[in-house]
C-alpha cells in the first residue's frame, strides 16, 4: 500500500528540495519581517504572563493624564486616563491574537470543507454550496457584527465569529476552483484507480500537497482582517472595551486630541497597526511566492 | 450605526446674502440688522416641532420659531408673550388668558399670514393631550382639566387643582389650528413636523439634503423684527470636526463645548465661551433587587470610596458642582445645608466592615460566602470619552476599598432593557436633564417600580414615599421648599444613587455676536434680541 501511495505522490507534481532554497531574496526578507511581527505577538505574550512590562497597563494615574512622550519614565507618554502607553501598546496585540485564530479557524476548516463538497463531489452539493456562499456573501458584513452587538454584547469573540463566518465564501470558492483545476491533471484519476479512499485523496493529495500554500496566505491575511476590523468598529465604538487595550480603541481614544495637538496617543497605536497588518501581509506574500515557485526546479 | 460619520463640508464658506437692508432701530434699540448665525449641533433634530421632539437639539429650534402663552424672561420671571394679561380666579383654580390681537402665523409659500386666534390654543391643548399624540408634555398637563374659548382672543383653562407655579407651566409652545394635516392629533407621519409654522422671531426657510435647517428672520414679528436675518443649524456626526469648524470660522457658534475643548477656546481671544447652567446631574444607580446592596451602609461606602472632586479636576477641568442629593443644584429645591459625603476610603471600609463584610484573600470584600463583586451596564455612545473615563477611574476607587466593579458597555437599546424593563444589573451610570421643575417623584417614589419606569433601582422607603406627597399637594412655596429640602436629606442618607456632580455647560461663540443671553435649557429664548455689528457681518 506504501508504494501506490509513494506513486501517486510522485505524480501529485511536489519536489523534496527545502522551500526555504526555493524563496528568492524578497520573499525571504518578506518572511523574515512577518516572522519578526509573529515572534512580537510571543514576546508580548511572555512580557504579559511574566509582569515585565514597564508599567501596570491598567493602572489608573489622575494626576499625569494625556503627559507626552518620556515624561515620568513613560516611553510613549500616558492616554486619558494616564496609563501607560508603552505597556497597553505591547499588550494589545492580545486582544487581536487569539479572535483572530478564532476567525481564521472558521473560515478555513469550514470554507475548505464547502469547498471540497463543491468542487470534489460536485453536482448538487455543489450548487447547494454555491447557494450558501451567495448568501453569506450577499449580507454586508458590518451590519451583522452591529446586529450581533446589539442581540447580545460588544465582545471581541462574537465580532471574529462573525468576521469568520462571512469568510468562508472567499475560502470555499478558492479550494473549489483549485479542485477543479487539479481535476484536468488526472492524478486524482489515477489515485482513486490505484484504490486509494476518498479521504486519503483529499486530505493528503489535494488539501495538503496543492491547497496548503491558498491556505496559509488565506489565515496570515485573516488576521491583518482581524486587526484591520476591530479598529474601524473601535471608531464606532463597538471594538474592544475598557479598560481591555487594542490598537483600536486606543486610536480612537487619541484620535479626539490629535487636533489640539497631542498627537501620541493615537500615532503610536496607528504605526502599530500598520507595521502589523504590513507584517501579515508581507508574510502571505513570501510564503505564497515560495510554495507556489515548486513548479519550476 | 445610529451615527454613522457623515461628510461634511466644513471648509465650504457660507455665503451670506445680506437681506434686505431693514432699518435700525425697528425693535426700539439702536443696535443694527442683518448678518447670519451658524451654529453647530452634535447631532440631527428628528422632528421640528413642539410636540413631538423630545431631543434637546430640536428643543432649541422650536425655540426660535414658536411662542407659548406667557415666556420666561433671563431673571426667570414669568413675562407675558402670546398672551398679554392674564387673570386668576377662584383661588387659583381657574386662569383666563387674553391674548395678543396682533400676532400673526408665518405665512406658507404663496399664502397670505393668518392671524393667531384662541382656537389655536385650544387647538394646541387638544392635541398634546389626544391619546394618539405620542408626546413627553403629555403627563405634565394632566393638572388641566378643560380648556374653553371665551371669544377669539380670550381662553379659559379650568384646572383639577389648584398647584403651585400653574403659570409657568402656560409656557407650552402654540401650534397653528391651520398648519396641520390630521387635525385631531399629531404624530411623526404628519408634514407638520419637518415643516412648522410658529408665530416666533424665526420662519423656517428650508432643510437642505445635508439636514442644514435654515431659519430665516421674521418680518412681522409681534416684539419687533428680530436683528439676526438668518440662523443656520449645522449638524455634525463628530465633535472633534464640529470645534475645528469653529476655529475655522466655518460656524459661529457650538451649543454645547465638548468639556476637553473649553481650555483650549477659552484661551483663545476670537471666542467667548459663555457657561449656562444646565439643570441636569450625573450619577451611579443602585439595583436594590440585588441582596448585597439593600444596606445602605454598603451603597454610601461606595460614594465614600470615589473621590468626585478629583475626576471632575481632571476629566471636566473643574468645570461643575458636586452635589449630595436628587435635586439639580440650580434648582430652588436643592438643600444647601446637606453637604456632599467626602474622598474617605477608610470611612468606606469601615461600613462595608460594618455591614458584614470581610476582605478575603484577593482583597475583595465578602459576605456569607458573596462576593462583593458587580456589573456596572453603562450605553455605548460615540462620544463616550467622558464617560468611560468616570467609569474606569470609579473601577479604579472602589477596587482600592475592595470591591470589584466589572463594566460592562453595551449597545443603547441593550442598554436601556436591561435598566428599564429586565432590571437585570447592578450598577448603573447615566445622567438625568431636568426642566424647571422640582419633581423627583417619579424617580423615587415607590408607585413608580415597574417596566419602562423611571424609579429603576426599585428604591422605596415609606417617609420619602410620604414626603413626595405632601410637596405635591402644598400650594405654599415655603412650605414646598421646606418639605423639599427634608427630601433631600433623607435621600442623601438613603443613597439610592452614588450622586456625582452638574456639569456648568458652555456655549462657545464667535465674538462678533453681541447681547447673547442663553436660557439654561431652552436656549434661543432671547435670541432674537442677539445681534452683529455691522461692520462684521461679512
Not at chain 1, 59 to 76: D, F, K, Q, S, V
Not at chain 2, 136 to 146: C, D, Q
Not at chain 2, 417 to 433: K, N, P, Q, R
Request: charged share 20%; with cysteine.
Amino acid at each position: 500500500m506504501r508504494r501506490f501511495s509513494q506513486y501517486a505522490f510522485e505524480i501529485s507534481d511536489v519536489s523534496h528540495v527545502s522551500f526555504w532554497k526555493k524563496a528568492g531574496p524578497m520573499d525571504r526578507v518578506y518572511i523574515g519581517y512577518g516572522l519578526l511581527v509573529v515572534l512580537l505577538v510571543v514576546i508580548s505574550y511572555l512580557l504579559g504572563a511574566t509582569g515585565a512590562l514597564p508599567y501596570d497597563p491598567q493602572e489608573i494615574n489622575l494626576e499625569l493624564i494625556m503627559a507626552p512622550p518620556n515624561t515620568g519614565g513613560h516611553l510613549l507618554g500616558t492616554d486619558f486616563m494616564g496609563r501607560d502607553m508603552l505597556s497597553r501598546l505591547i499588550i494589545s496585540i492580545q486582544a487581536y491574537f487569539l479572535p483572530g485564530l478564532l476567525a481564521i479557524g472558521i473560515a478555513i476548516v469550514f470554507g475548505t470543507c464547502f469547498g471540497v463538497f463543491a468542487g470534489y463531489w460536485g453536482g448538487a452539493l455543489e450548487t447547494a454550496t454555491t447557494y450558501v456562499s451567495n448568501l453569506l456573501n450577499s449580507f454586508p458584513r458590518l451590519v451583522l457584527i452591529l446586529l450581533m452587538v446589539a442581540a447580545f454584547k460588544p465582545d471581541i469573540y462574537y465580532i471574529m465569529i462573525i468576521v469568520g463566518v462571512t469568510n468562508i465564501p472567499v475560502v470555499a470558492s478558492l479550494i473549489h476552483s483549485k479542485i477543479q483545476f487539479l481535476k484536468q491533471k488526472n492524478f486524482i484519476e489515477a489515485a482513486t484507480a490505484l484504490g486509494l479512499n476518498n479521504c486519503t485523496i483529499i486530505f493528503k493529495h489535494i488539501l495538503w500537497h496543492n491547497c496548503r500554500s491558498v491556505l496559509i496566505i488565506q489565515a496570515t491575511l485573516g488576521m491583518a482582517e482581524a486587526i484591520l476590523m476591530e479598529t474601524s468598529l473601535s471608531y464606532l465604538g463597538f471594538g474592544v472595551q475598557e479598560p481591555t487595550p487594542s490598537w483600536g480603541n486606543m486610536v480612537q481614544a487619541g484620535s479626539n486630541y490629535f487636533m489640539q495637538g497631542k498627537f501620541w496617543p493615537s500615532t503610536a497605536p496607528a504605526l502599530a497597526i500598520l507595521f502589523a497588518i504590513m507584517g501579515f501581509h508581507l508574510l502571505g506574500d513570501g510564503l505564497n511566492s515560495m510554495l507556489e515557485r515548486k513548479g519550476d526546479r | 450605526m445610529k451615527r454613522l460619520p457623515i461628510v461634511v463640508t466644513i471648509f465650504l464658506m457660507m455665503c451670506c446674502l445680506a437681506a434686505s437692508p431693514a432699518l435700525a432701530g425697528q425693535r426700539g434699540d439702536q443696535f443694527p440688522d442683518g448678518g447670519a448665525l451658524n451654529y453647530g449641533e452634535y447631532g440631527r433634530p428628528a422632528t421640528l416641532d413642539p410636540i413631538t421632539s423630545n431631543d434637546m437639539i430640536s428643543l432649541r429650534i422650536t425655540e426660535l420659531i414658536f411662542n407659548g402663552l406667557v415666556g420666561i424672561d433671563e431673571k426667570q420671571e414669568i413675562i407675558p408673550e402670546l398672551a398679554e394679561r392674564w387673570e386668576i380666579e377662584e383661588d387659583g383654580k381657574k386662569y383666563t388668558f387674553y391674548l395678543r390681537q396682533d400676532v400673526a402665523w408665518h405665512p406658507r409659500e404663496g399664502e397670505d399670514a393668518k392671524p393667531f386666534t384662541a382656537d389655536d390654543v385650544v387647538f394646541t391643548y387638544d392635541i398634546m393631550m389626544h391619546p394618539q399624540t405620542i408626546t413627553p408634555l403629555k403627563v405634565r398637563y394632566e393638572f388641566i382639566e378643560s380648556v374653553t374659548k371665551v371669544d377669539d382672543f380670550t381662553v379659559t383653562f379650568t384646572l383639577k387643582r389648584p398647584i403651585l407655579n400653574a403659570l409657568a407651566k402656560f409656557s407650552f409652545k402654540v401650534i397653528p389650528r391651520h398648519g396641520l394635516q390630521n387635525q385631531e392629533f399629531l404624530t411623526r407621519e404628519d408634514p407638520f413636523v419637518q415643516a412648522p409654522i410658529g408665530t416666533g422671531p424665526y420662519m423656517l426657510k428650508n432643510i437642505t439634503a445635508d439636514r442644514e435647517v435654515i431659519l430665516v428672520s421674521n418680518e412681522n414679528y409681534f416684539k419687533g423684527r428680530p436683528h439676526i436675518d438668518k440662523y443656520i443649524a449645522r449638524p455634525f456626526a463628530d465633535q472633534n470636526i464640529m470645534g475645528q469648524a469653529l476655529m475655522f470660522n466655518a460656524i459661529d457658534m457650538i451649543v454645547l463645548v465638548n468639556h476637553r475643548d473649553i481650555p483650549q477656546l477659552q484661551g483663545d481671544k476670537r471666542f467667548v465661551m459663555q457657561p449656562y447652567n444646565a439643570l441636569s446631574y450625573s450619577f451611579f444607580g443602585f439595583n436594590l433587587r440585588n441582596p448585597l446592596l439593600v444596606d445602605k451602609r454598603v451603597r454610601k461606602a461606595f460614594t465614600y470610596a470615589i473621590n468626585r472632586q478629583e475626576m471632575l479636576d481632571s476629566f471636566f477641568n473643574s468645570q461643575g458642582t458636586i452635589i449630595s442629593g436628587p435635586f439639580a443644584p440650580g434648582s430652588w429645591a436643592y438643600n444647601l445645608d446637606v453637604q456632599p459625603v467626602p474622598y474617605d476610603p477608610q470611612k468606606a471600609e469601615e461600613l462595608l466592615t460594618e455591614a458584614g463584610f470581610t476582605k478575603n484573600g484577593d482583597g475583595i470584600m465578602e459576605k456569607d460566602g458573596r462576593k462583593l463583586s458587580l456589573n456596572l451596564k453603562v450605553p455605548i455612545a460615540k462620544e463616550s470619552e467622558a464617560v468611560k473615563r468616570v467609569v474606569l477611574a470609579f473601577k479604579n476607587y472602589l477596587q482600592k476599598v475592595g470591591v470589584d466593579i466589572q463594566p460592562e458597555f453595551q449597545e443603547w437599546m441593550a442598554w436601556k432593557e436591561d435598566i428599564f424593563l429586565h432590571h437585570d444589573y447592578d450598577l448603573m451610570y447615566a445622567s438625568w436633564v431636568f426642566d424647571d421643575s422640582a419633581d423627583i417623584s417619579s424617580l423615587f417614589h415607590s408607585a413608580e417600580i415597574g417596566s419602562w419606569k423611571n424609579n429603576f433601582g426599585a428604591f422605596s422607603n415609606p417617609e420619602v414615599d410620604g414626603l413626595i406627597v405632601e410637596a405635591k399637594l402644598t400650594l405654599d412655596h415655603e412650605k414646598r421648599r421646606t418639605i423639599n429640602r427634608k427630601l433631600h436629606e433623607k435621600i442623601a442618607d438613603e443613597n439610592p444613587y452614588t450622586f456625582l456632580w452638574t456639569l456648568t455647560n458652555y456655549a462657545g461663540y464667535n465674538k462678533k455676536l453681541r447681547k447673547v443671553a442663553i436660557h439654561p435649557y431652552k436656549f434661543f429664548s432671547f435670541a432674537d434680541e442677539w445681534y452683529i455689528p455691522k461692520s462684521e457681518q461679512r
